[in-house]
């Protein structure tokens, strides 16, 4: 019996996003073709293959063992295409769907996709910055081709790479005392200072170095804890305090000199940035192009 590929990829599409309606949107068709297509693989195989009474669409156990065979028959097509496009050479074209959690995706990832595209005007980039669960669960459902987060949480559906090493920096306003020192813990703590928001990934690299020095985040002088790495950077440039940031957001301003840095005695603040991918997934041209371009360019 022969498989009709657009049959599988349209029943992996609704398994993966649970809903007929935004499978159809994922594949560019209607939701009348891709029931039509279910419907079809369904009565091909003589088995039902998706329970459609709830609320979500969800696979039988029969869909599920399709599924992952599935996966993996789509997984080699798109290898073979992959590989005929690169015999065929010629100029990269096509589209570069990424996404980042905000460190990376604020800082280091759009000069590179800019520089990346500007040597490859026939491709088209599209970066969305969210949290690094959202990208990495994008990642997984196949709605971006690749991730770049600062946290590898365990999730079935991807595979994690180390892609490059984020310093975690003290940022003072320029002409500040701590300016260009290494101060200790005890000068810190008489200090305002601003912090990430709970969970975000410096916070989190800050939270651990603090606790291995034993000291608790409460116990410093904490006036202000912002969102985003480029809050805090913007509370430390107007003189509210100082920060723990990734040095790569802060680099044109210690350049131009609106902000120094400083190193605190005992801590050693540093984070893995991770280049997520999809596990079942053979990559784009394009995709293989851009990781090879920025591993050269970060080295």
Avoid: N
């Avoid at 039509?36 to 709830?54: A, T």
């Avoid at 913007?234 to 920060?243: E, K, P």
């Avoid at 984070?271 to 079942?280: A, F």
């Amino acid at each position: 019996m022969l498989m009709d590929t657009r049959q599988l990829a349209a029943f992996c599409a609704v398994v993966e996003r649970r809903s007929f309606s935004q499978a159809a949107e994922q594949l560019g068709v209607t939701q009348p073709a891709v029931s039509l297509q279910i419907r079809s693989l369904e009565k091909r195989l003589g088995l039902q293959l998706l329970d459609r009474s709830g609320r979500r669409v969800q696979p039988t156990e029969a869909g599920q063992r399709l599924y992952r065979s599935a996966q993996r028959l789509l997984a080699l097509e798109q290898q073979l295409l992959a590989e005929l496009g690169e015999e065929a050479g010629g100029e990269l074209s096509g589209r570069l769907e990424i996404g980042a959690s905000t460190g990376p995706g604020g800082t280091v990832l759009p000069t590179l996709l800019c520089e990346f595209q500007q040597r490859h005007p026939g491709v088209h980039v599209a970066l969305s910055v969210s949290d690094t669960q959202r990208v990495v669960e994008q990642v997984a459902r196949r709605e971006l081709e690749l991730g770049v987060v600062g946290a590898a949480r365990r999730h079935r559906g991807v595979v994690f790479e180390p892609f490059f090493h984020d310093e975690v920096v003290l940022a003072v306003p320029h002409g500040h005392r701590f300016a260009g020192r290494t101060v200790t813990l005890d000068e810190l703590k008489e200090e305002p200072l601003v912090l990430m928001q709970d969970g975000a990934g410096v916070r989190q690299v800050i939270d651990e170095e603090l606790r291995a020095a034993g000291v608790r985040p409460r116990d410093l002088d904490v006036r202000l804890e912002l969102g985003l790495q480029e809050s805090a950077r913007s509370a430390v440039l107007a003189g509210y305090g100082v920060t723990f940031i990734s040095r790569s957001a802060i680099d044109a301003d210690v350049a131009a000199g609106t902000v120094a840095t400083a190193r605190v005695d005992g801590l050693e603040p540093s984070r893995e940035i991770w280049l997520v991918r999809s596990g079942g997934r053979a990559e784009t041209r394009v995709a293989q192009a851009f990781v090879e371009f920025a591993r050269d360019r970060l080295s």
